[in-house]
């Protein structure tokens, strides 16, 4: 069965808005978007679980990278995310999908998950797309978190976690910190 | 001087209890802990312990502190309204009840612990208060592989800028608590 690995960029006080550039993501006069930038942790991440994975991507995160990523000349995480299936979550978007290899998920989105991880194929990855991970979570679906902590208290902010999400044990799996002091912690969902 | 340490233990989702308010799912591991370096290095090297109410009423006995509790060093506790009764205390552990404020606390704390370390109990609403105050110089937390879903979040109302935590240790102890240890820039 193909995983579904969630991968975030998170605060100590569990921020996940616009970790990349300050105009990512100004819901609710968000200021401190660009916060992840200086501490570059997704490359030590691990580039490689980035490299082909396809995406499931909520509709917000997709636009959001619609609008950056194609427009970038000299990066090679360009032709990336051009080429690997890209799967979207949303109520208002129709098919067909403006970008190369996007699919729209169709009906209940944790049933279409739950199907697309039926099917042969690589592991899926999730990036951004907080209440798709939300609606993921909920019907127990992710395999794996990967959480890149930074150490910054923001004190606002959409949170990854919100109140009332469910409660159960995870395994800690791996941890390694950054040079600059980011903690990348990886969790999978305790076997029951 | 002694140094004012906050300690907590955190769920992945970022809370430090539950809705019930209890914290049984991030300390199952309670026995493995007091074996950890960090334990042991944080019960040598504390000499006095700020804790709130909160905290101080999940004892079942308060006498029973005394004696068991594993900091035992001069117990500082923030609070509105002192018990009726004083606890027992013995020749290592005394009891103080501090109705006017952090500050007051933790002054009063690091006279106690001399040149040791003041260590902070953190229930939400005393890290809340230490940090607003810039009284903490580090920052322990311990992250949990559990999630809690709700409960109390213990940087809910911290301004950016506020608490500036750099990174000085990270281990992974068992059970899988991850151990860290911030200084805040002031």
């Given at each position: 069965m193909r995983k579904i690995i969630v991968f975030t960029n998170l605060t100590l006080d569990g921020v996940m808005q616009a970790p990349g550039r300050p105009d990512e993501d100004r819901r609710g006069d968000f200021k401190h978007g660009g916060w992840a930038a200086p501490y570059a942790a997704m490359n030590e991440a691990g580039g490689n679980l980035a490299d082909a994975a396809?995406?499931?991507?909520?509709?917000?995160?997709?636009?959001?990278?619609?609008?950056?990523?194609?427009?970038?000349?000299?990066?090679?995480?360009?032709?990336?995310?051009?080429?690997?299936?890209?799967y979207v979550a949303s109520r208002t978007l129709k098919e067909p999908l403006a970008w190369t290899h996007s699919t729209l998920l169709?009906?209940?989105?944790?049933?279409?998950?739950?199907?697309l991880k039926e099917q042969p194929g690589k592991d899926f990855l999730v990036m951004g797309s907080g209440e798709l991970v939300q609606t993921l979570m909920k019907h127990g679906l992710v395999d794996v978190y990967v959480l890149l902590i930074h150490p910054l208290i923001l004190g606002s902010?959409?949170?990854?976690?919100?109140?009332?999400?469910?409660?159960?044990?995870?395994?800690?799996?791996?941890?390694?910190t950054t040079m600059k002091g980011v903690m990348i912690a990886t969790y999978q969902p305790k076997k029951e | 001087m002694g140094k004012v340490i906050l300690g907590m233990t955190m769920s992945i989702d970022g809370f430090i209890n539950d809705p019930s308010g209890s914290v049984e799912a991030l300390y199952p591991d309670l026995a493995a802990l007091q074996e950890t370096e960090p334990m042991k290095e944080s019960l040598q090297k504390t000499g006095s312990v700020v804790m709130g109410r909160n905290s101080f009423a999940m004892a079942e006995d308060p006498d029973k502190i005394a004696g068991n509790y594993e900091y035992q060093v001069p117990i500082f506790v923030l609070t509105h309204q002192p018990p009726?009764?004083?606890?027992?205390?013995?020749?290592?552990?005394?009891?103080t009840f501090v109705t006017d404020g952090i500050e007051s606390a933790i002054a009063q704390a690091k006279a106690a612990a001399g040149d040791k370390d003041v260590t902070v109990i953190g229930a939400a609403s005393t890290a809340q208060q230490c940090l607003k105050a810039g009284l903490a110089d580090e920052l322990h937390i311990d992250i949990m592989p559990v999630?809690?879903?709700?409960?109390?979040?213990?940087?809910?109302?911290?301004?950016?800028?506020?608490?500036?935590?750099?990174?000085?240790?990270?281990?992974?102890?068992?059970?899988g608590r991850i151990h860290t240890e911030f200084c805040i820039i002031r």
């Amino acid at each position: 069965m193909r995983k579904i690995i969630v991968f975030t960029n998170l605060t100590l006080d569990g921020v996940m808005q616009a970790p990349g550039r300050p105009d990512e993501d100004r819901r609710g006069d968000f200021k401190h978007g660009g916060w992840a930038a200086p501490y570059a942790a997704m490359n030590e991440a691990g580039g490689n679980l980035a490299d082909a994975a396809p995406l499931l991507m909520g509709r917000r995160t997709y636009e959001d990278f619609y609008a950056y990523w194609p427009n970038q000349t000299d990066n090679p995480f360009t032709e990336v995310l051009n080429n690997t299936p890209k799967y979207v979550a949303s109520r208002t978007l129709k098919e067909p999908l403006a970008w190369t290899h996007s699919t729209l998920l169709k009906g209940d989105v944790a049933e279409a998950v739950a199907a697309l991880k039926e099917q042969p194929g690589k592991d899926f990855l999730v990036m951004g797309s907080g209440e798709l991970v939300q609606t993921l979570m909920k019907h127990g679906l992710v395999d794996v978190y990967v959480l890149l902590i930074h150490p910054l208290i923001l004190g606002s902010g959409r949170r990854l976690f919100t109140d009332g999400g469910p409660s159960s044990a995870l395994q800690l799996v791996d941890t390694k910190t950054t040079m600059k002091g980011v903690m990348i912690a990886t969790y999978q969902p305790k076997k029951e | 001087m002694g140094k004012v340490i906050l300690g907590m233990t955190m769920s992945i989702d970022g809370f430090i209890n539950d809705p019930s308010g209890s914290v049984e799912a991030l300390y199952p591991d309670l026995a493995a802990l007091q074996e950890t370096e960090p334990m042991k290095e944080s019960l040598q090297k504390t000499g006095s312990v700020v804790m709130g109410r909160n905290s101080f009423a999940m004892a079942e006995d308060p006498d029973k502190i005394a004696g068991n509790y594993e900091y035992q060093v001069p117990i500082f506790v923030l609070t509105h309204q002192p018990p009726k009764r004083h606890p027992k205390e013995t020749d290592r552990l005394t009891f103080t009840f501090v109705t006017d404020g952090i500050e007051s606390a933790i002054a009063q704390a690091k006279a106690a612990a001399g040149d040791k370390d003041v260590t902070v109990i953190g229930a939400a609403s005393t890290a809340q208060q230490c940090l607003k105050a810039g009284l903490a110089d580090e920052l322990h937390i311990d992250i949990m592989p559990v999630f809690l879903g709700s409960g109390l979040r213990p940087f809910e109302g911290i301004r950016e800028g506020q608490v500036q935590p750099e990174r000085m240790k990270v281990v992974e102890l068992p059970g899988g608590r991850i151990h860290t240890e911030f200084c805040i820039i002031r």
